[in-house]
């Protein structure tokens, strides 16, 4: 990718999708391209049977990625358990090599790893990378030797450091189920304090009841635009946010100081 990603010493935000790619397609993507964003899709390649992908193809998805609209990391083959080693490598390294058969347009560049959300113990007691202990297990393990970044659920790292150093097993602020003026003031704080913050939505949660909505998602979205526009953060693509760098960037000018400081004293109001 060329090194760092130089944020100009301001926050960056990033947005996953996990599959659902029928309402990725109609709800999310328009989104994304309105705003020159570049998301990412965390898919399975042998669920195109599944109701939420009905309509879309390998093409259309091909298409998104060719165009430079989406990046692609591995989520698994099947998004389902395994235990022994056969299982594993099915799911983690099978999983990868159909993707990239059937993205031409990512080959090579499927670089990630999306744990798939399973039951406590899955995965040979792997669990989505919750601790440290997760990637010396045989499912972690095999994730790294087959991807240069993975995401995890380590505790309390959804507000990520930018120094464009490498992590792995770093969380996401996942956005489905929370109400949205949680989630806008998570935004604010990775501007107050210039973290990196990525956020996750399952598309084909959207407007379910309890969930988050389409309007909803366009708040947030809207909110991380004027953000954008007042030069507190910049949008990247998950795989731009493990290189991201905000300690290069020039001091904050005075307006954007001002700026930090309203938004610190709306949050201590609450």
């Not at 301001?10 to 947005?15: G, H, K, Q, S």
């Not at 040979?124 to 393990?141: K, L, N, Q, V």
Request: with cysteine; aromatic share 6%; net charge positive.
């Amino acid at each position: 990718m060329g090194g760092p990603v130089d944020t100009g010493g301001r926050a960056a935000v990033a947005l996953r999708c996990d599959h659902g790619l029928a309402p990725f397609r109609d709800k999310v993507l328009p989104l994304a391209r309105a705003a020159r964003w570049r998301i990412s899709q965390a898919y399975n390649p042998r669920n195109w049977h599944y109701a939420e992908n009905h309509g879309v193809t390998p093409a259309d998805l091909n298409t998104w990625v060719a165009s430079g609209d989406v990046e692609v990391w591995n989520h698994s083959a099947t998004h389902g358990p395994a235990s022994r080693k056969v299982e594993l490598l099915d799911e983690i390294f099978g999983g990868l090599r159909e993707i990239e058969d059937q993205l031409p347009a990512a080959r090579g560049q499927v670089w990630g790893w999306n744990p798939p959300g399973l039951a406590p113990g899955n995965y040979g007691g792997f669990d989505g990378g919750r601790t440290a202990a997760s990637w010396a297990t045989p499912a972690g393990r095999l994730i790294l030797r087959h991807h240069a970044v993975a995401s995890g659920m380590l505790h309390g790292t959804h507000l990520q450091v930018l120094d464009g150093t490498v992590r792995i097993g770093l969380a996401r602020w996942q956005i489905d189920s929370r109400p949205v003026p949680e989630t806008l003031r998570m935004i604010d704080r990775a501007v107050l304090e210039r973290r990196g913050l990525q956020l996750m939505l399952h598309p084909a949660e959207l407007d379910r009841p309890g969930r988050l909505t389409e309007e909803g998602l366009r708040r947030v979205v809207r909110h991380i635009l004027r953000r954008r526009r007042q030069g507190l953060l910049i949008t990247v693509s998950p795989y731009q946010l493990t290189l991201a760098d905000a300690t290069r960037g020039p001091r904050a000018s005075r307006v954007a100081r001002l700026r930090r400081r309203r938004i610190r004293r709306r949050l201590s109001e609450g």
